[in-house]
Each structure stands twice: as C-alpha cells, then as structure tokens.
C-alpha cells in the first residue's frame, strides 16, 4: 500500500485530538466543620499512564525517530488499519513534505514491526522543483497525486518492471490508471542526479532508482500512502 501525504481528503483520516483538563479544588481548613466526624476511608487510587497517539508506539519500536515524519507515519498506519483483508504486511509511505533530495519513501514490514528500505523517489515535472508543493488527478497535469493507494500487477513495460497503482480516493488519485501512474525505476532517480540540486521528475509517477526497480516494486504488493 503507497500512502501520499498532504491536503487531507473524504477517504484520509481525520486526526483530532481530545483534551480533558481536571481541576482539583482544595478549600481552606477554616471552612472545615469542627464537629466530630467518623473518619473516612482512604480510597487508593493510581494515576494511569498517558496513553500514546495512535501509531506513537510502532513509531518507537521500528525506531523511526529522526528518519519518518510521525505525523505521515500516523496517518499511514490509521489508513492500514482500514484495510480489513491484507494480502500482504506490507506499508509504503511517501512523504512528499521532504525534499527530493532526501529519503522520503519508506517501506515497512508491518507484521515484523522493520523498515525495509529508504529511498529517494521522484515527483511529477509539475508538482515542483526540489520540493513537491502542487497535486493533481487531472490527466495531462504532469503532477503527482496524493492520498492512499493499493497496488495492482507487475509488468514489463516501456520503463522496465514497474507496479500498477490503484487511487482509492475519490476526486484526489482515483484516476491513477487512467493517468498511467505507476512505480517504475528511471535513469533520473538515481541518487547521483542529486547533485545538479535536485532529483529528476516524471509525468506524474513515483519514479525509484534503478537500483531498486525490481527489489522494491516486488515488496509493494500492498497499500500505498503519498503524503
């Protein structure tokens, strides 16, 4: 499963946090009735430990800190746990709030709780330069799209092995096949084209270093996030 990050949509979770606040009042001891009471008795209590956000303990145990944003890797998990039949543990997350510059797709080992891989991985032509700051559905745009994804088929194509992706959001990546968005390895991912300032782009698919065309794409029989 690919998951892209960003502007939320209908089929996005929607994270919201709820707060309670206790007050506990201590009234004066010159407000206290002198009268003889019978003394009460003392009700043992225990302070529970604050709960973690959803996907705070996974974050922990893969030891993610400094490597994944939290705030994608929550929502990704959120969408995951969706997904009631699995054929596959494993998650793809793209966070597209990170320069192309730097690793910003991961693939997680759900079940064995491990980051299998990190990569570069390109953006559409017009989404941005380094960064990628603009998404679209429309076909022509040239731009990648966001939301969540699963996979389809493996094929040989004009880009070598690549993996379909199926938009599971309405209005946001639903046109994903009919746009050809697929992951496919590509001569402008490799690292090595960092040093002109950024990676290369595609039409609009996430495009992977050659390198990894055929490790990777093999490992995504699952469910995508593009944050």
């Known amino acids: 499963m690919c998951v892209t990050l960003h502007p939320l949509s209908s089929f996005s979770i929607r994270m919201q946090k709820a707060f309670l606040l206790l007050f506990l009042f201590l009234f004066p001891s010159s407000n206290v009735s002198t009268r003889t009471a019978t003394p009460e008795k003392k009700v043992a209590t225990s302070v529970p430990a604050p709960q973690k956000m959803d996907g705070e303990q996974l974050f922990e145990d893969m030891q993610l800190g400094g490597v994944v944003n939290f705030l994608a890797f929550r929502q990704a998990v959120a969408g995951y746990n969706l ?7 494993i998650l793809t997350l793209i ?7 730097e690793k910003r797709l991961f693939v997680f080992d759900m079940e064995q709780k491990k980051m299998l891989y990190s990569s570069v991985v390109s953006h559409g032509k017009n989404s941005g330069e380094n960064y990628a700051t603009s998404f679209s559905n429309e076909v022509g745009s040239y731009k990648s799209s966001l939301g969540f994804y699963l996979t389809g088929n493996t094929y040989q194509g004009r880009n070598g092995y690549s993996l379909l992706l199926d938009g599971l959001e309405k209005g946001i990546n639903d046109r994903a096949r009919e746009r050809a968005i697929v992951v496919h390895g590509a001569a402008y991912a490799n690292p090595s084209v960092c ?4 990676l290369g782009r595609s039409f609009g698919c996430p495009a992977l270093p050659q390198a990894l065309t055929k490790p990777v794409p093999s490992l995504f029989l699952s469910y995508f996030l593009f944050f």
């Open 83 to 89: 997904i009631k039949q699995k054929s596959k543990s």
């Open 95 to 101: 966070d597209f709030t990170k320069a192309s510059t």
């Open 195 to 198: 040093k002109s300032g950024r």
